[in-house]
T-cell receptor, first 114, second 115 residues
């Protein structure tokens, strides 16, 4: 198991629900990331935080709202999602943001929107 | 044209064979190239990282970058059943990230090593 944990591992939610995904890293890293992995599509970078400041937002819909209260914790708040948002959501961390700093991934949260 | 193209497979090879995995890309600004391995129900893990053109070797793995052809490869020698996984290529144009930077991933190739 890596030093990046994610909860919950599985989540089923309705389109009107509000839920949050949690990520925690125990590696002393300063950068954290949210990725979306859909079947038959490339891994998509959603958000990047460096020293708790957001440095990248790849035009993600506003129904996804990230929060990084400190360098060890990252949240993804979800509301009024669509069925096409069903995917594996991966969190990662690295010493600093970007390459060549190795990103360590968590196991992901499998999200199903009904 | 997609920024990164990667054959999704599946690719099945017998144990002990040499495996060749490839990606092509269109953005000539890419300078940083990575290969990730992802086992089922796990997050990706970084296997190899190379900067610019050339080869890099690490044990049974060799990463090769040909920037003139916009083509990168990962070779696995003496393949083992434990190498069965999905392999993702990824690339980026710059080192430290700012708002204009991206890390672009391929779709991944599923590899099966047959005992």
């Amino acid at each position: 198991e890596t030093g990046v944990t994610q909860t919950p591992r599985h989540l089923v939610m309705g389109m009107t629900n509000k839920k949050s995904l949690k990520c925690e890293q125990h590696l002393g890293h300063n950068a954290m990331y949210w990725y979306k992995q859909s079947a038959k599509k490339p891994l998509e970078l959603m958000f990047v935080y460096s020293l708790e400041e957001r440095v990248e937002n790849n035009s993600v819909p506003s129904r996804f709202s990230p929060e990084c209260p400190n360098s060890s914790h990252l949240f993804l708040h979800l509301h009024t999602l669509q069925p096409e948002d069903s995917a594996l959501y991966l969190c990662a961390s690295s010493l600093l943001a970007g390459v060549p700093y190795e990103q360590y991934f968590g196991p992901g949260t499998r999200l199903t929107v009904t | 044209q997609k920024e990164v193209e990667q054959d999704p497979g599946p690719l099945s090879v017998p144990e002990g064979a040499i495996v060749s995995l490839n990606c092509t890309y269109s953005n000539s600004a890419f300078q940083y190239f990575m290969w990730y391995r992802q086992y089922s129900r796990k997050g990706p893990e970084l296997l190899m990282y190379t900067y610019s053109s050339g080869n890099k070797e690490d044990g049974r793995f060799t990463a090769q970058v040909d920037k003139s052809s916009k083509y990168i490869s990962l070779f696995i020698r003496d393949s083992q059943p434990s190498d069965s996984a999905t392999y993702l290529c990824a690339m980026s144009s710059r080192a430290l990230m700012n708002r204009d930077d991206k890390i672009i991933f391929g779709k991944g190739t599923r590899l099966h090593i047959l005992p």
